[in-house]
């Protein structure tokens, strides 16, 4: 099993950038796929961003891609999530996830572990 822990959410400007951290400790981290979702008020929890345990493949939601950059380090056990060109609808709960799958191939796909989650506010 592994435990996630999030940082880095606050509040910004729009335009501005944040970039997210996910820090994981228990079973080896490179052992697992991993992934950002995101869940704004109101709304249903979103794929936003993955990249797979195997040749660090990267996979991104239309809706930030370009704008948002997945990574990992795994000599330091964590995920990071780079956050540019932030619009309102940006405005979330972010969550990091651990995929136990080698590889992340679709948004739909479900994650194994959850994150408690960190909050990001985009203002106009």
């Known amino acids: 099993q592994v435990q996630l822990v999030e940082s880095g959410g606050g509040l910004v400007q729009a335009g501005g950038s944040l970039r997210l951290s996910c820090a994981a400790s228990g079973r080896t981290f490179s052992s697992y796929s991993m992934g950002w979702f995101r869940q704004a008020p109101g709304k249903e929890r979103e794929f936003v961003a993955a990249?797979?345990?195997?040749?660090?493949?990267?996979l991104y939601a239309d809706s930030v891609k370009g704008r948002f950059t997945v990574s990992r380090d795994n000599a330091q056990n964590t995920l990071y999530l780079q956050m540019n060109s932030l619009k309102p609808e940006d405005t979330a709960a972010y969550y990091c996830a651990a995929y136990k799958a080698i590889i992340v191939v679709s948004s739909t796909q479900e994650p194994d572990y959850w994150g408690q989650g960190t909050q990001v506010t985009v203002s106009s």
């Open positions: 990249i797979s345990r195997i040749g660090g493949g990267t």
